[in-house]
């Protein structure tokens, strides 16, 4: 319950708790070259329908955003819901980003882009992934990323 308020305190969004859902996604990773399971939180739209608004910065998963719609069902198998398909997607881009200069400090390079409009999840010191809104000019961002890749200070993709 605490890592999930302080996942929401950060995103600065508004939630209401009992409007939340746990959806599990599975998918092959090209980085990993293996089968991973990652869950993230999503916001009922219709029940019945199985439509959610997809809460979360994805760690991994590809081809979904934050405030994508999704469809999920019930899985027996996996015993929870399980994403099946993105039915309309937010605009928003998730970039996983790698640091590989360790004497850089990865809270400062995060507050770089928060300072340019992207908000974003750090995993562990040396990893997080990264919201880009679809509002933002994404070319000042890549401007960024660029620069930092060329110094080996990270890594992206």
Known sequence: MKNLL?????S???FN???LVKIL????SNIFDEELVETMWASIIDKKRGLFKLESIPFYAPEVASNDIIFAEFDSKEQMLTYRKTENYSGNSTVQIILLDISKD???IRDEF?????TSE????????MEIPYSLDYRFIKKKLNELEATDTISYA
């Not at 996604?25 to 092959?28: A, L, Q, S, T, W």
């Not at 928060?114 to 992207?118: D, S």
């Open 114 to 118: 928060k300072k340019l409009g992207c």
């Open 106 to 108: 990865i809270n400062l």
């Open 12 to 14: 600065k969004k508004k």
């Open 122 to 129: 750090k995993v562990n010191e040396k990893y997080f992934s």
């Open 6 to 10: 302080l996942r929401l305190f950060k």
């Open 25 to 28: 996604f599975r998918f092959h």
């Open 17 to 19: 708790q009992d409007n």
